[in-house]
């Protein structure tokens, strides 16, 4: 496992595809999961999946989950700060047995997944707040990597921009260089992700 911590817009998503790629899993799936996009009663059922009946709502045929999806690739959890200590639970199972159950189920099924995860808040403040466990912290971070904001590297602002004109544009554009210097004093609080939609804005 890899947890990977950053600001947002720093390209956490990014990098966890380059670790999926350059991998022995890279012709497995990827799949990506963000936990502060999903209410806490579907952050399970989408992850470990249900059997036929499971709950009001549920397919008649059950549903197979992410993490069964994800067999044999690799499936990335963001900001996994923003899950409850019950799901914190049920995925340290999984990390540790490489099973789960689903929903609703009584059969145990192996799972052979690599998880990234990836937050953008201090984890270790969260565990000494009682919001995080210690035990699922330690089992994420056996790789790390801390993607640095993008104001620690203005020194990286003018390839990334060539990049994204290169990418989005048409046609060859200039920056000139006073309009370069301005932006080069911009903080980027938004990162890398505020950098693209500004020179998509000019």
Known sequence: ??????????????????????????NGPFLAVNFSALPDKLIESEL????????TGAKKEGKKGLFEQADGGTIFLDEIGDISIEVQA????VLQEKEL??????????????VIAATNKNLWN????????????YRLKIGYLKLPPLRER???LRELMDYFIEVES????????EVFNELLKYDWYGNIRELK???NYM
């Open 1 to 26: 496992t890899v947890l990977l911590r950053g600001e947002s817009g720093t390209g956490k998503e990014l990098f966890a595809n380059a670790i999926h790629n350059s991998s022995k899993r890279k």
């Open 101 to 114: 159950m689903r929903i609703g189920g009584n059969k145990i099924n192996k799972v052979d997944v690599r």
């Open 48 to 55: 470990f999946g249900y059997e036929a009946g499971a709950f």
């Open 197 to 199: 939609n500004t020179l």
């Open 126 to 137: 969260l565990i000494e707040e009682g919001k995080f466990r210690k035990d699922l912290y």
């Open 170 to 177: 048409t046609k060859p554009i200039e920056i000139k260089e």
């Open 154 to 156: 203005k020194e990286d």
């Open 90 to 93: 049920r995925l340290l199972r």
